[in-house]
């Protein structure tokens, strides 16, 4: 599958010119003018796998835009390359502050920054494969860190939850029953039930809040992490 590049540039001509150059690369491109499209274009679906920023966008910076890519959980696994005018501050870009991956300075060929996107996307993979999130919608889950987020908002589940949902998500479309579950999420501990595989999902689907209906109930069978929600 190739990758997909949202290219941020307000001015036409250029933005025209990097997304034929990408294109003839293989890559796919998506294309917004400013910073507000920036935003849609990397929360829409499919979501790019990098972003080419430009620093000077008439409705807000791009130093701005790369800052709320990295502070919202479905945009923060994007790559972003910033791409800076002579002069401009690129220490601040490139620092912790910002959060982008790399930058090129304009005037810059099409070579260069071709084998930058390209050393990018590499770095970001090999750290996603160790990280190994998984999501649906709008929901991310970091099995290492066990973390979840339903959108921005980190999800306050206990292991045991976590582990379950972690169970369901990574299953989903295929009804699991309570003994599978017991099996699976609690190890068939002595002494636990399928009654209390019903209370942790009740209490899941709480936490849950708005994504609660992700989790379907199978009559007299067990559940199922549904794939038509939302
Ligand atoms: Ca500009």
Redesign the pocket.
Known sequence: MSALVLIV???RD?AATLSYNLQREGYTTRLAANGTEALEGANREPRPDLVLL?????DMA?TEVCRRLRSTASTREIAVIM?T?KGEEIDRVVGFEVGADDYVVKPFSVRELLLRIRAVLRRRQKSEVARERIRFQELQLDEAAHQAWLGEEELALTALEFRLLHTLLSRKGRVQTRDTLLEDVWNMDPGVTTRTVDKHVQRLRQKLGAAANYIETIRGVGYRFSTTQG
Not at 54 to 58: F, Q, R, V
Request: glycine share 8%; proline share 8%.
């Open positions: 540039e307000d001015e250029i430009d620093l000077m966008l008439p791009g791409v005018a």
